[in-house]
């Protein structure tokens, strides 16, 4: 049987991807599948900008609003779950459309996601000791004679991720690149193509602003004002989406309503241009479609 087709529809926020995505699978039967990591959360439906009723009424969405915000998912829990979906449709037969601007999602599903083991609690604190108690120039020079291609790529003062390679390191005896070379594509080249939505920036800026407008409108103060009553850890990753730290400082006394939609627009435009960075270096080689802003 021959396997159905896989379209990878890819964009920053606000460029009318979910438009095209809709009208495609409108148009061919094909079921739209989340690849966004905002739209999993069912406590963001306004301020991810999830499709509406009316568009899932249209053709079939998979994966969207399925996640509580205090559940955190990772690149690999829905890599796992879109897989799942498109074995699904691979034994019906039935085309399918990944839509989304989450880069690391297409990213795992056509370059592959490294299978680095969990490491352990206590291997990881005693990393964390070490680097506190040497400081980052000895931390490093240590991390540089088991592991200098992922000391040489981190960022000066990235903590974290210099911590993760000396534990990867300690629990495994692999480095961090060792693990990303064994990598393989999740689905075949020859299974799917990719498409990425770019309008021009000043259109799209545009649409950024008509969107956080129209968010305030219908409803996303209540949604943050839901959120905040969770007191939910604001690490989690439905806690940093673009709106909820505006308008919780604005519900908070922080800031008026105009200064929090201003700060808002801000992010939105910025996250939308980082999106469009990221998508120009990383899928240089796809087609592009200008959108519908």
């Given at each position: 049987?021959?396997?159905?087709?896989?379209?990878?529809?890819?964009?920053?926020?606000?460029?009318?991807?979910?438009?095209?995505?809709?009208e495609t699978a409108?148009?061919?039967?094909?079921?739209?599948?989340?690849?966004?990591?905002?739209?999993?959360?069912?406590?963001?439906?306004?301020?991810?900008?999830?499709?509406?009723?009316?568009?899932?009424?249209?053709?079939?969405?998979?994966?969207?609003?399925?996640?509580?915000?205090?559940?955190?998912?990772?690149?690999?829990?829905?890599?796992?779950?879109?897989?799942?979906?498109?074995?699904?449709?691979?034994?019906?037969?039935?085309?399918?459309?990944?839509?989304?601007?989450?880069?690391?999602?297409?990213?795992?599903?056509?370059?592959?996601?490294?299978?680095?083991?969990?490491?352990?609690?206590?291997?990881?604190d005693r990393a964390?000791?070490?680097?506190?108690?040497?400081?980052?120039?000895?931390?490093?020079?240590?991390?540089?004679?088991?592991?200098?291609?992922?000391?040489?790529?981190?960022?000066?003062?990235?903590?974290?991720?210099?911590?993760?390679?000396?534990?990867?390191?300690?629990?495994?005896?692999?480095?961090?690149?060792?693990?990303?070379?064994?990598?393989?594509?999740?689905?075949?080249?020859?299974?799917?193509?990719?498409?990425?939505?770019?309008?021009?920036?000043?259109?799209?800026?545009a649409a950024c602003?008509?969107?956080?407008?129209?968010?305030?409108?219908?409803?996303?103060?209540?949604?943050?004002?839901?959120?905040?009553?969770?007191?939910?850890?604001?690490?989690?990753?439905?806690?940093?989406?673009?709106?909820?730290?505006?308008?919780?400082?604005?519900?908070?006394?922080?800031?008026?309503?105009?200064?929090?939609?201003?700060?808002?627009?801000?992010?939105?435009?910025?996250?939308?241009?980082?999106?469009?960075?990221?998508?120009?270096?990383?899928?240089?080689?796809?087609?592009?479609?200008?959108?519908?802003?």
């Amino acid at each position: 049987m021959p396997h159905p087709s896989i379209t990878l529809i890819a964009g920053p926020t606000a460029s009318g991807k979910s438009r095209l995505a809709l009208e495609t699978a409108q148009a061919t039967g094909a079921v739209i599948l989340n690849a966004d990591s905002q739209q999993l959360y069912a406590d963001l439906d306004i301020l991810s900008a999830r499709p509406s009723g009316v568009d899932e009424a249209a053709a079939e969405h998979r994966l969207y609003g399925v996640a509580d915000a205090a559940d955190a998912w990772s690149v690999g829990r829905w890599t796992r779950a879109v897989l799942t979906e498109l074995a699904a449709l691979e034994t019906a037969g039935r085309p399918a459309l990944l839509v989304g601007g989450t880069g690391l999602y297409f990213l795992s599903l056509t370059r592959g996601l490294a299978d680095i083991p969990h490491v352990l609690p206590q291997v990881r604190d005693r990393a964390q000791a070490r680097y506190d108690s040497e400081g980052e120039a000895a931390f490093r020079l240590h991390l540089a004679e088991i592991d200098p291609a992922s000391e040489a790529a981190i960022a000066p003062g990235d903590r974290q991720r210099l911590v993760r390679a000396l534990s990867v390191h300690e629990q495994t005896g692999r480095t961090l690149g060792a693990f990303k070379a064994d990598t393989r594509p999740l689905i075949a080249p020859g299974r799917w193509s990719g498409l990425v939505v770019e309008p021009p920036r000043d259109r799209l800026y545009a649409a950024c602003d008509r969107r956080v407008d129209v968010m305030i409108q219908t409803g996303a103060l209540d949604e943050v004002r839901a959120l905040a009553a969770r007191r939910l850890d604001p690490a989690l990753p439905a806690m940093k989406a673009v709106g909820v730290r505006e308008l919780s400082a604005h519900l908070a006394g922080e800031m008026t309503l105009d200064d929090a939609v201003a700060a808002m627009k801000q992010a939105t435009r910025n996250y939308a241009k980082r999106q469009l960075t990221w998508f120009r270096n990383q899928t240089a080689d796809w087609p592009r479609h200008s959108g519908f802003v």
